[in-house]
């Protein structure tokens, strides 16, 4: 096992992985980091990671609707998102950032554990 230092959003997240994947994982941290950087502002570790997952899985999403529907039996592989294309709607960034909102009142309240009646 081999241990990577990721340079994410202005923070280093260690991660540990498989001899030889190094240069891989460097590579998926870079794209990580191109869209915190593109999130920017002064947020929590945890929201601007969030942010992050949700442009890219969004990306993902959309090129799975414009990829044709796959042969019976083959494998879907997705082609790679650029990242120097990537353009971010504003009206995306509200929504993110409204469920993000959302998601850390609801992570509050678990936290606060059951109410009593």
């Not at 202005?10 to 498989?18: D, L």
């Not at 001899?19 to 601007?48: C, F, N, P, Y």
Request: charged content about 25%.
């Amino acid at each position: 096992m081999s241990n990577v230092s990721l340079p994410i959003g202005g923070r280093n997240f260690a991660v540990s992985c498989a001899d030889g994947e190094e240069a891989h994982i460097e590579m998926l941290g870079r794209m990580v980091d191109e869209r915190a950087r593109k999130i920017g502002g002064q947020q929590s570790e945890t929201r601007m990671l969030l942010f992050a997952a949700l442009m890219m899985a969004d990306e993902l999403h959309e090129a799975h609707k414009g990829a044709p529907a796959p042969d019976a039996g083959q494998p879907v592989t997705p082609a790679p998102a650029s990242i120097e294309s990537t353009e971010i709607d504003p009206a995306m960034v509200d929504r993110v950032n409204a469920l993000a909102e959302r998601i850390e009142k609801l992570a509050a309240a678990l936290e606060q554990g059951p109410v009593s009646a």
